[in-house]
């Protein structure tokens, strides 16, 4: 075993900081890399792993700096939507091929504001919201008509279903309120 042999687990660090590239190490070539996994070496994977989950994280900074949110749409970006989903597994302790996140990625997921619950709805209806404040800024009202937006037309329509309670998701007290202030009205009628 590597720990009763000090001189094995001074090499064994050696080669984590050489796959990590860090402390002034040379990093390891290709074949070098080859020789360790062909072995199967266990503190070589985990370097590779933290590697990836470090750039992953670098990726979702920047998309929720360009973005101001977390929702990685899958078809574009399936990569950073996977490491998305990853972690929140990792957090709840479901995720088969991992292990719970370190405190310090707890640490930096948190310090983005990353949510580790889904909130796609929540953003998603805020989104749309927006949308309606910015057709009503440039319009001067909120009549929007088929021809000119059909989709935020249906959300309308569905935020007026939602308000009644038809057997739907019932709107927020909060959303009830952001809509009421930009005077939505809530009978189709206009």
């Known amino acids: 075993s590597h720990k ?7 090499w064994m660090r050696q080669q984590r900081s050489r796959v990590r590239s860090t402390y002034g190490y040379v990093p390891l070539s290709d074949e070098q890399k080859s020789l360790l996994e062909s072995i199967d070496c266990p503190m070589v994977h985990q370097a590779f792993d ?14 929720w700096q360009k973005h101001g949110h977390f929702l990685v749409d899958q078809r574009e970006d399936p990569s950073l939507s996977k490491y998305i989903l990853q972690q929140r597994k990792r957090r709840k302790g479901t995720d088969t091929h991992g292990s719970l996140p370190s405190k310090s990625q707890i640490y930096l997921l948190d310090r983005i504001g990353f949510p580790w619950e889904s909130d796609r709805e929540e953003v998603e209806w805020q989104m749309r919201f927006d949308e309606l404040v910015q ?5 001067g009202h909120l009549r929007v008509s088929r021809k000119e937006n059909s989709s935020l037309m249906r959300w309308m329509t569905f935020q007026r279903v939602r308000y009644r309670g038809d057997g739907l998701s ?10 009421e202030k930009i005077g939505f009205r809530w009978s189709g009628s206009f």
């Not at 009763?4 to 001074?10: F, G, Q, S, V, Y």
């Not at 057709?135 to 319009?139: K, P, W």
């Open 50 to 63: 933290l590697r990836l989950w470090y750039e992953k994280y670098d990726q979702l900074v920047d998309f």
């Open 4 to 10: 009763d042999d000090p001189d094995l687990n001074r």
């Open 170 to 179: 019932e709107l927020s007290e909060k959303q009830i309120k952001q809509l």
């Open 135 to 139: 057709f009503g800024e440039e319009h």
